[in-house]
Nanobody
């Protein structure tokens, strides 16, 4: 059983940056692909970025590509999401997630993802 604790959310201005962190415990961190989802009020939970077990491969949603960077430190059991050039439409609750499988095709289906963090609120003001 993997436990995930998200942190780093907050309030940012449009054009600003935030860095989210997710600390994992209870499992072998390097055995899991990691990712970030977000969910705005009244909308579905959508994948933002995913990273492979070693960190050698990453993939992004169209809205995140070029602005967000996912990374991981397997020695610290932590995954990060660096968010730059933030826009008001990035406002959402962001969730860290883990699953043994890697691939955007899987990760586009939140119901198939095994483990979730509690979420951290990101609010971007215009």
């Amino acid at each position: 059983q993997v436990q995930l604790v998200d942190s780093g959310g907050g309030l940012a201005q449009a054009g600003g940056s935030l860095r989210l962190s997710c600390a994992a415990s209870g499992g072998t961190f390097s055995s899991y692909a990691m990712g970030w989802f977000r969910q705005a009020p009244g909308k579905e939970r959508d994948v933002v970025a995913v990273i492979s077990w070693s960190g050698g491969s990453t993939d992004y949603s169209d809205s995140a590509r070029g602005r967000f960077t996912i990374s991981r430190d397997n020695a610290k059991n932590t995954v990060y999401l660096q968010m730059n050039s933030l826009k008001p439409e990035d406002t959402a609750v962001y969730y860290c997630a883990a699953d043994v499988a890697y691939g955007m095709g899987l990760w586009r289906s939140p119901k198939r993802i095994a483990y979730w963090g509690q979420g951290t609120q990101v609010t971007v003001s215009s």
